[in-house]
């Protein structure tokens, strides 16, 4: 699994957390060793036509429909002759509209967490008459707890920001924050963060696999099935547009629930993607609907390192 993957140090944000391009060719050089890679159609005919996968087999997931895909990924894929599996919120896309999600990581890279702290704590004292809204210690004691890849503020601003406010107060938080600390204007960001349709249909075009992210990366499980069901529907518009027949979603952030299970079915996917980390022992067991996935932090990025054993946990 892979998100940001560019030349960061060289990058107008050094401090976003991703992986290095040179890392990510180095990465593909060691799986190239150790795995044996596969096509997302080949992955779905082992779940329904008996198909058997090589020994050791790998599929490459993106999520979030970053530029970087298809300036530093694809063109590298494309030259080894390796498919990759990119999963695309669409909002940006249609809208040139920055994710609440890309706020945060591009705050958090920005900004101190300190002073991050110290603005949520005065807008949240501006709010704690209104209906729904707990003190700023309440939800930190709940929600600063420490996760693989980040300490307790740092989980605690993501979790607040991601869902644990109500909305409207939640995204009027994030644009003030964003307003604040951030200074470019948000179609700008968008435009250099996201691919476009056009990037899209090209990506296809030439082998990759393109799959759902939602259209607004919500949590599915913190949303209800009415709007699940919306999310579902604007998603699959999307990938009608582009030519795409076989569905497949990556959960935003690795969160569903059994209503979303439950929609995958009746939506007629064939593959759904989690965020826990680990790997499928046996196809015939796995749910095809809850498979796990390696972040890249997981892997080597040295083509002679042995192959790690991988602590099972949620990524996300």
Not at 46 to 57: I, T
Not at 95 to 117: G, R
Not at 164 to 180: G, H, K, N, V
Not at 216 to 221: A, K
Request: hydrophobic residues 35%.
């Amino acid at each position: 699994m892979y998100h940001y993957v560019r030349e960061i140090g060289k990058s107008r944000y050094p401090n976003i957390k991703g992986l290095e391009a040179e890392l990510f060719r180095k990465q593909l050089n060691y799986l190239n060793t150790h795995y044996s890679f596969i096509t997302m159609e080949e992955l779905i005919a082992s779940f329904e036509e008996s198909y058997d996968l090589p020994k050791n087999s790998v599929l490459l997931t993106f999520d979030d429909g970053y530029l970087d895909h298809y300036s530093y990924v694809f063109p590298l894929l494309d030259s080894m002759k390796i498919q990759g599996s990119f999963f695309i919120p669409v909002k940006p896309i249609l809208e040139s509209k920055v994710l609440d999600v890309n706020k945060i990581h591009f705050l958090l890279a920005t900004t101190s967490p300190e002073k991050l702290l110290q603005s949520i704590k005065d807008m949240l004292d501006g709010i704690k008459n209104e209906t729904g809204i707990q003190p700023f210690d309440e939800y930190y004691n709940t929600l600063a707890k420490p996760n693989r890849f980040d300490p307790a503020e740092i989980i605690f601003i993501k979790r607040l920001l991601q869902h644990q406010l109500p909305e409207p107060y939640r995204s009027e938080l994030i644009d003030r924050l964003f307003e604040a600390y951030f200074h470019i204007s948000e179609v700008t960001l968008s435009k250099e963060l996201y691919l476009t349709m056009d990037q899209c249909r090209c990506m296809a075009k030439y082998g990759m696999h393109i799959g759902a992210h939602t259209y607004d990366h919500f949590w599915l499980n913190k949303i209800s099935e009415k709007e699940q069901v919306r999310q579902f529907n604007l998603n699959l518009d999307f990938l009608d547009n582009l030519g795409i027949a076989e569905r497949t979603m990556a959960y935003p952030f690795g969160g569903y629930n059994d209503k979303t299970l439950k929609l995958m079915q009746e939506f007629n996917f064939t593959a759904g993607f989690t965020t826990q980390a680990d790997t499928v022992k046996d196809l015939k067991t796995a749910s095809k609907f809850e498979l796990p996935r390696l972040d890249t932090n997981d892997i080597p990025k040295e083509t002679q390192r042995s192959v790690p054993k991988i602590k099972k946990t949620n990524q996300r």
